[in-house]
């Protein structure tokens, strides 16, 4: 069983930023894909942000896409979400996710969620 905390999240003004941790532990880091996903009440999890097992490939939502960056840290068993520029519609609880499978994390084969972090941008 592998255990996902996240951490960082906050309030902040519209164009700030803020930078996200999840420190997994229970298995070896280093064989799961690694992702972010974020929901608002009504709304579906979407996907925001994923990183291959080693760093080597990212992959973002449209809505992020060069304001966010996801980076990982195997040595430390963390990976991070940093995020500028920041909206208002960024508001979302954000989770974090672990994948056994090769390549990019998908919300069908996420196998270990984090229970949140709150991330509220003010207008």
């Known amino acids: 069983q592998v255990q996902l905390v996240e951490s960082g999240g906050g309030l902040v003004q519209t164009g700030g930023s803020l930078r996200l941790s999840c420190v997994a532990s229970g298995g070896t880091f280093s064989s799961y894909a690694m992702g972010w996903f974020r929901q608002t009440p009504g709304k579906d999890r979407e996907f925001v942000a994923a990183?291959?097992?080693?760093?080597?490939?990212?992959r973002y939502a449209d809505s992020v896409k060069g304001r966010f960056t996801i980076s990982r840290d195997n040595a430390k068993n963390t990976v991070f979400l940093q995020m500028n520029s920041l909206k208002p519609e960024d508001t979302a609880l954000y989770y974090c996710a672990a994948s056994s499978r090769t390549g990019f994390v998908s919300y069908n084969f996420v196998d270990y969620w984090g229970k949140g972090t709150l991330v509220t941008v003010s207008a």
């Open positions: 990183i291959t097992r080693i760093g080597g490939a990212t």
